[in-house]
């Protein structure tokens, strides 16, 4: 009997994962490692401290934690925050939405100026408005007659801080309003002229629906920031408390971390629950602004012209006395006996006081930060979209890459005492430390950075990693010749936002520095409390001249680079 001999079915092939894919997962599970040691860690951590028995006793974490929230002084400092804050975003979104309609609607002339003076504030710490509103309206100011004429007594409290927080916070809300009013559809306007309809029933039923969730948006911006500020009100706050100051007294003058931590998460849920309906707000948002769309180009009105350029004028007016009085009032050689210009005050702060070490502390703090903030922001967000594999690691990158912007500094700074002074953890070395610093900042700052690079990178066609992929070129060659050169401008501008940002931080570095580390900001502060306002104010400027040289400095080399790398934008003659 013939044997049958039947075909054996060859077992199935593995699919081999190419060394370039496993580097890429292996670079993405650092990016989860840096940001829960970054994050994550020090957040738990400030929620266990907060639900700790206090003193080791018998009760629960969570009785303490309630016999906290029943503190009279502890609810009337939230409530200072919160009505403070609502004040501010109160006064500041209209104001603002009026000089974005003026920026962006209107014929007026020097509009480049106007705009690039309302940037003032973001290149000096909020401590500088502050200050100058001690030398225009304090004890010894040149208008406190005016302020007292008005009602108010002297500029320390409520009124101070609400002044200065709406000098601070009006550029972000401005940013997002021109962004939202410049995406406008003109035949929308084309059409109601069509049918007669008059320029207030415009507005009401095509502008402000078109910018609604702008305003939400530098709605939620404002009061985050207010909320969360720490430098205003321990400036000019007074006796008025609010959380953030109660975080650093806790912390600082009482040693009491436990309450400290209570507070932290108090200062926390409010920013938390802005973002999460900022969020919300985002994912409802449609497209104004269709393949179809005509741009929208302002007529010429004289009237109205003339109108919003005087608006505009007397906010510029306003941005630039607060600005301009820090300036002069550095100068000044003995306020208010003596203004005669001298360089006492900066001879005080860098020699005297020897705070040339903490603007040199300052300027590392802002190149590392530059430098290794772009490359982790920007290792992170191509990793997330242009690799494939470890799904669970993706989910978790994009949770933790937003969770920064709900997070104030000074709590990120407080769970960084608790995590990173532990004696149990390795990490303890790093306490005190540059290196610590450079990662709190880079973290506090990380999500804009990261928004803005997956913005650039998702709009890339997906072919150029699919073309490489099919002629067996790795990733990184594909990165190094075409992602990178093509993102080199969002890199500059992610570059300029972090050095920015990390000369002019306070809070999130306040508890972290030690002798040696001592940042300019932060020197501000001990200035200010020691009664040297004039050292103090000199050395703000000094922040804020060094902040506008090296913005200029990124221009120009942006300049460069698109010249460079970016000649294929340019339309072909």
Not at 64 to 87: C, E, G, I, M, R
Not at 133 to 150: H, M, S
Not at 335 to 360: C, F, K, Q, R
């Amino acid at each position: 009997m013939a044997t049958i001999h039947l075909p054996v079915q060859a077992p199935p092939l593995r699919q081999q994962v190419h060394w370039t894919d496993r580097l890429a997962n292996v670079a993405l599970l650092g990016t989860v490692a840096l940001l829960c040691i970054g994050l994550l860690a020090p957040l738990l951590l400030i929620l266990s401290k907060a639900l700790d028995a206090p003193d080791g006793g018998t009760a629960s974490g969570t009785s303490a934690f309630t016999a906290y929230l029943a503190s009279p002084a502890l609810l009337q400092s939230l409530w200072h925050s919160v009505w403070v804050s609502l004040l501010v975003t109160a006064i500041v979104v209209p104001l603002a939405f009026t000089f974005a309609y003026a920026l962006t609607r209107s014929c007026m002339p020097f509009k480049p100026l106007f705009r690039t003076i309302t940037l003032l504030p973001l290149l000096a710490p909020s401590l500088l408005s502050a200050i100058s509103l001690i030398y225009w309206f304090g004890n010894q100011g040149l208008a406190k007659d005016f302020w007292r004429a008005l009602g108010f007594d002297g500029i320390y409290g409520a009124s101070g801080i609400v002044l200065a927080e709406c000098f601070a916070a009006f550029p972000h809300a401005l940013m997002i309003l021109v962004t939202a009013l410049a995406l406008a559809d003109a035949r929308l306007y084309e059409a109601a002229d069509a049918l007669g309809t008059g320029t207030v029933r415009k507005f009401f039923t095509i502008t402000l629906p078109g910018a609604k969730y702008g305003l939400i948006s530098a709605a939620l911006v404002s009061f985050t920031l207010v909320i969360t500020d720490f430098g205003i009100p321990k400036v000019v706050g007074g006796n008025f408390n609010m959380l953030a100051t109660d975080v650093f007294k806790l912390v600082i003058g009482q040693q009491d971390f436990q309450r400290g931590a209570v507070v932290a998460l108090l200062l926390l849920t409010p920013a938390a629950l802005t973002f999460a309906i900022d969020h919300v707000v985002q994912r409802r948002q449609t497209s104004t602004l269709t393949a179809r769309a005509v741009a929208l180009v302002p007529k010429r009105a004289r009237g109205f012209d003339v109108a919003m350029t005087l608006y505009c004028i007397v906010i510029v007016a306003l941005m630039l006395a607060m600005f301009l009085m820090a300036v002069f009032a550095s100068f000044a050689t003995l306020w208010p006996y003596n203004l005669a210009p001298s360089l006492t005050h900066y001879v005080s702060g860098l020699v005297d006081a020897e705070l040339g070490d903490a603007m040199i502390n300052s300027l590392k703090l802002a190149a590392c930060t530059a430098v290794i903030g772009t490359a982790v922001v920007f290792v992170g967000a191509y990793l997330l979209e242009k690799t494939h594999g470890m799904d669970w690691a993706r989910q978790l990158v994009r949770l933790l890459a937003m969770l920064p912007m709900a997070v104030p500094g000074l709590v990120l700074g407080l769970g960084y005492i608790f995590f990173f002074n532990a004696p149990s953890n390795p990490l303890n070395v790093f306490y005190q430390t540059l290196p610590l610093m450079v990662l709190c900042t880079i973290v506090h700052f990380y999500t804009t950075g990261h928004l803005t690079m997956v913005t650039a990178l998702k709009s890339m066609d997906a072919e150029f990693e699919a073309v490489s992929a099919s002629l067996k070129v790795p990733f990184y060659k594909t990165f190094w010749r075409v992602t990178l050169p093509i993102c080199l401008p969002t890199l500059l501008d992610v570059s300029r936002y972090f050095f920015v940002n990390a000369m002019t931080t306070i809070s999130a570095v306040v508890f972290l520095y030690s002798p040696d580390t001592k940042l300019a900001s932060v020197a501000i502060l001990n200035l200010d409390e020691a009664g040297d306002t004039g050292p103090a104010a000199a050395m703000a400027v000094l922040i804020a001249a060094t902040s506008a040289v090296v913005t200029v400095l990124y221009m120009a080399l942006g300049k460069w680079v698109d010249r460079r790398t970016q000649a294929w934008r340019a339309p072909s003659r």
